[in-house]
């Protein structure tokens, strides 16, 4: 089971100190230990040898010099004074034995003892006379048995040779049997008080490691604390930083590198707060551009019929009729202005479009009236307007629909040419379907600019007419499509639905679904 609890960085320093200096000075003083310890024993070793040796040295050299000897007045010259170590306390009160750390006890080859420390034992059977574990120990020596000491159970334990514990001290006994006529098992015996020694030495050096690593985590935990409490300090700026409180001001009051770390994150939130203010001011200043731009391209369309009524007032001014229509051109061209001029004067609030139901062909012929007719002479126009298409609509804004996309035809026809407009039903959508001969457009264009703000294939357009005639048309639950083929021609198709959207969500689906089902009309207008 994973357990996701935050550890704090003063409990991670502590471990690692435990970890990577407690633990490994543990163990080579373990090592230490034990390593010096099979070392002194060594060395003790050696040296009871090399007393076994010169005692075999002595007797030879004393019976070449005086062969009638007695041996055990041989064996008190070449070894000397008697001494007394492991058998010491078991020697009357009134022996002159010296009391040292090394004892010589001397077998025959019969297991007589011939020389110890204490003289009554001698001419008598060791397994008689000498004390407690001794016997049984010489036997297994005798045998060739060397038992051996376990110096440290587990890991680190090593056997020591001629290491043995008795009476709960550890004792080196070596074996040396001469080799000459009469055969001796020398046992040289001494007290290893090494072990005392290096037992005091490994338990300072323990304890010394424990205080050093003591003052050593006193020391980190001690530094950290001011490292951890400004890495919290910066940690909690950056939170309220990250949650938008770009006011937040994060002070750390140590030197180091959190210092430089908050520093940067003031730095940081600084620059976003000018950034945001920066960001603000740019919002509503292209929000104004934006409107600006939408009003202006209303404008020039406006001024664009206006246009096309003056050129053609002095050649049909006296015509049946065209004062009349003239009439009802001015009398919407200056509807258009003033509604432009009601967005000016508040453009943060703009006023909900009423929709209604209204003719989808009467609304074509109006805007055909001011615009395509007082086009003049250059353009035929052919329409094929269906009678009583009812949609549920604001008709002026269809209106500018549709006067956007004519407008768009005649300046895409400069020299003049065909332009047809027709409408039919296709239950449950009314089409208007807006045709020219002019230049076209290429795929690209169409695929990666077209109804995209601001883009547009006129040297002084704005770009704003064809995504604001999706903008509306979509608000209606319609959806408006085009076929273009450059030097040949475009086809403006407008799908309007006959009623309501009974929701966004629902008029979207059905207006995809209507739109698959759709019928294709016919080759461009050539």
């Given at each position: 089971?994973?357990?996701?609890?935050?550890?704090?960085?003063?409990?991670?320093?502590?471990?690692?100190?435990?970890?990577?200096?407690?633990?490994?000075?543990?163990?080579?003083?373990?090592?230490?230990?034990?390593?010096?310890?099979?070392?002194?024993?060594?060395?003790?070793?050696?040296?009871?040898?090399?007393?076994?040796?010169?005692?075999?040295?002595?007797?030879?050299?004393?019976?070449?010099?005086?062969?009638?000897?007695?041996?055990?007045?041989?064996?008190?010259?070449?070894?000397?004074?008697?001494?007394?170590?492991?058998?010491?306390?078991?020697?009357?009160?009134?022996?002159?034995?010296?009391?040292?750390?090394?004892?010589?006890?001397?077998?025959?080859?019969?297991?007589?003892?011939?020389?110890?420390?204490?003289?009554?034992?001698?001419?008598?059977?060791?397994?008689?006379?000498?004390?407690?574990?001794?016997?049984?120990?010489?036997?297994?020596?005798?045998?060739?048995?060397?038992?051996?000491?376990?110096?440290?159970?587990?890991?680190?334990?090593?056997?020591?040779?001629?290491?043995?514990?008795?009476?709960?001290?550890?004792?080196?006994?070596?074996?040396?049997?001469?080799?000459?006529?009469?055969?001796?098992?020398?046992?040289?015996?001494?007290?290893?008080?090494?072990?005392?020694?290096?037992?005091?030495?490994?338990?300072?050096?323990?304890?010394?490691?424990?205080?050093?690593?003591?003052?050593?985590?006193?020391?980190?935990?001690?530094?950290?604390?001011?490292?951890?409490?400004?890495?919290?300090?910066?940690?909690?700026?950056?939170?309220?930083?990250?949650?938008?409180?770009?006011?937040?001001?994060?002070?750390?009051?140590?030197?180091d590198e959190t210092k430089v770390l908050a520093e940067?994150?003031?730095?940081?939130?600084?620059?976003?707060?000018?950034?945001?203010?920066?960001?603000?001011?740019?919002?509503?200043?292209?929000?104004?551009?934006?409107?600006?731009?939408?009003?202006?391209?209303?404008?020039?369309?406006?001024?664009?019929?206006?246009?096309?009524?003056?050129?053609?007032?002095?050649?049909?001014?006296?015509?049946?009729?065209?004062?009349?229509?003239?009439?009802?051109?001015?009398?919407?061209?200056?509807?258009?202005?003033?509604?432009?001029?009601?967005?000016?004067?508040?453009?943060?609030?703009?006023?909900?479009?009423?929709?209604?139901?209204?003719?989808?062909?009467?609304?074509?012929?109006?805007?055909?009236?001011?615009?395509?007719?007082?086009?003049?002479?250059?353009?035929?126009?052919?329409?094929?307007?269906?009678?009583?298409?009812?949609?549920?609509?604001?008709?002026?804004?269809?209106?500018?629909?549709?006067?956007?996309?004519?407008?768009?035809?005649?300046?895409?026809?400069?020299?003049?040419?065909?332009?047809?407009?027709?409408?039919?039903?296709?239950?449950?959508?009314?089409?208007?379907?807006?045709?020219?001969?002019?230049?076209?457009?290429?795929?690209?264009?169409?695929?990666d600019k077209l109804f995209h703000a601001f883009a547009?294939?006129?040297?002084?357009?704005?770009?704003?007419?064809?995504?604001?005639?999706?903008?509306?048309?979509?608000?209606?639950?319609?959806?408006?499509?085009?076929?273009?083929?450059?030097?040949?021609?475009?086809?403006?198709?407008?799908?309007?639905?006959?009623?309501?959207?009974?929701?966004?969500?629902?008029?979207?689906?059905?207006?995809?679904?209507?739109?698959?089902?759709?019928?294709?009309?016919?080759?461009?207008?050539?």
């Amino acid at each position: 089971m994973k357990i996701n609890y935050p550890i704090p960085i003063r409990a991670k320093l502590v471990i690692i100190v435990l970890l990577f200096a407690i633990v490994p000075m543990l163990v080579l003083t373990l090592v230490w230990y034990n390593t010096s310890v099979e070392r002194v024993a060594a060395v003790v070793r050696f040296g009871l040898e090399a007393r076994a040796k010169e005692i075999v040295k002595q007797l030879d050299l004393l019976r070449a010099q005086n062969p009638e000897t007695s041996q055990t007045l041989s064996l008190e010259k070449a070894v000397g004074p008697r001494t007394a170590a492991l058998t010491g306390r078991f020697l009357p009160p009134d022996a002159s034995t010296v009391r040292s750390l090394r004892e010589v006890i001397i077998l025959d080859g019969q297991g007589m003892v011939r020389y110890a420390a204490n003289p009554t034992w001698e001419g008598k059977d060791y397994r008689a006379v000498l004390p407690e574990t001794l016997p049984a120990l010489f036997t297994r020596l005798l045998e060739g048995k060397d038992a051996q000491s376990q110096l440290l159970s587990g890991l680190f334990g090593r056997e020591v040779r001629n290491r043995y514990l008795i009476d709960n001290q550890y004792w080196m006994i070596h074996l040396h049997q001469s080799g000459n006529d009469t055969a001796y098992s020398i046992f040289v015996i001494e007290q290893d008080v090494s072990r005392g020694t290096l037992d005091i030495a490994g338990l300072s050096i323990l304890g010394i490691t424990l205080l050093l690593a003591i003052v050593a985590t006193l020391l980190v935990y001690l530094i950290i604390s001011g490292t951890t409490d400004s890495i919290r300090r910066v940690t909690r700026g950056a939170k309220a930083i990250a949650a938008g409180k770009l006011d937040s001001n994060i002070t750390v009051k140590s030197n180091d590198e959190t210092k430089v770390l908050a520093e940067a994150f003031n730095r940081m939130a600084g620059r976003l707060r000018e950034m945001i203010a920066r960001e603000s001011e740019q919002k509503q200043f292209e929000s104004f551009a934006r409107l600006s731009a939408v009003l202006t391209h209303d404008l020039k369309n406006a001024i664009l019929s206006l246009s096309f009524l003056v050129t053609n007032m002095e050649r049909k001014f006296d015509r049946e009729g065209f004062r009349e229509d003239a009439m009802r051109t001015l009398a919407d061209s200056v509807g258009n202005l003033k509604n432009l001029v009601s967005k000016l004067s508040d453009p943060l609030t703009q006023p909900m479009e009423e929709r209604f139901e209204g003719d989808v062909s009467q609304l074509v012929e109006r805007v055909l009236m001011r615009t395509a007719e007082q086009a003049g002479d250059r353009y035929q126009i052919t329409t094929e307007l269906s009678p009583s298409l009812v949609s549920v609509m604001n008709p002026s804004a269809i209106e500018r629909v549709v006067e956007n996309l004519i407008i768009n035809a005649l300046e895409a026809m400069p020299q003049g040419g065909n332009l047809r407009i027709t409408t039919q039903s296709v239950a449950p959508n009314n089409l208007i379907v807006v045709m020219d001969t002019g230049k076209g457009m290429s795929p690209e264009f169409i695929r990666d600019k077209l109804f995209h703000a601001f883009a547009t294939t006129k040297k002084k357009g704005i770009g704003l007419g064809l995504y604001s005639c999706r903008e509306i048309i979509e608000q209606h639950g319609g959806k408006i499509e085009v076929d273009s083929q450059e030097g040949i021609g475009t086809k403006f198709r407008i799908i309007l639905p006959q009623v309501m959207p009974v929701s966004d969500a629902a008029s979207n689906d059905a207006r995809d679904n209507r739109s698959q089902a759709l019928p294709v009309e016919g080759d461009y207008v050539r």
